[in-house]
């Protein structure tokens, strides 16, 4: 019995999700015009300029005060040339794979006797 009644609620609370909305809220006030002058907006603009530029002059330093957060200039090293030389691996594996005279799904194999037909 219980659970066929909390079935039947569970039902009708989705359901009940489904409904019509009839009450649509319009925005009365936007974020522009929440500022009427320049006046009012310069010291916002003046505050989010540092914590805008500060981020940029650390080279993204993930807290370590290193690039990249690596601590090791050799690590950092290594890090740029084996992503270099698979990279250049892969440029060179690739150049020749599929030439722009192929259709890159490969001939249609017909039957024979019915070749371009």
Known sequence: MFRSLFTLFALLASASAFAPVAFVPVAKQTALSA??????????VAAAVP??????MAM???GT??????DDL????VLFVGHWAILSL???WSKDQNPEDEDFFGEID???GTQGK
């Open 60 to 62: 993204a330093t993930e």
């Open 90 to 92: 892969y440029l060179n």
């Open 74 to 77: 050799r690590l950092l090293a």
């Open 35 to 44: 500022m009427p002058s320049l006046k009012q907006a310069l010291p916002a």
């Open 51 to 56: 914590a805008t530029l500060l981020p940029s």
């Open 110 to 112: 017909y039957p024979k």
């Open 65 to 70: 005060n290193e690039w990249l957060g690596v």
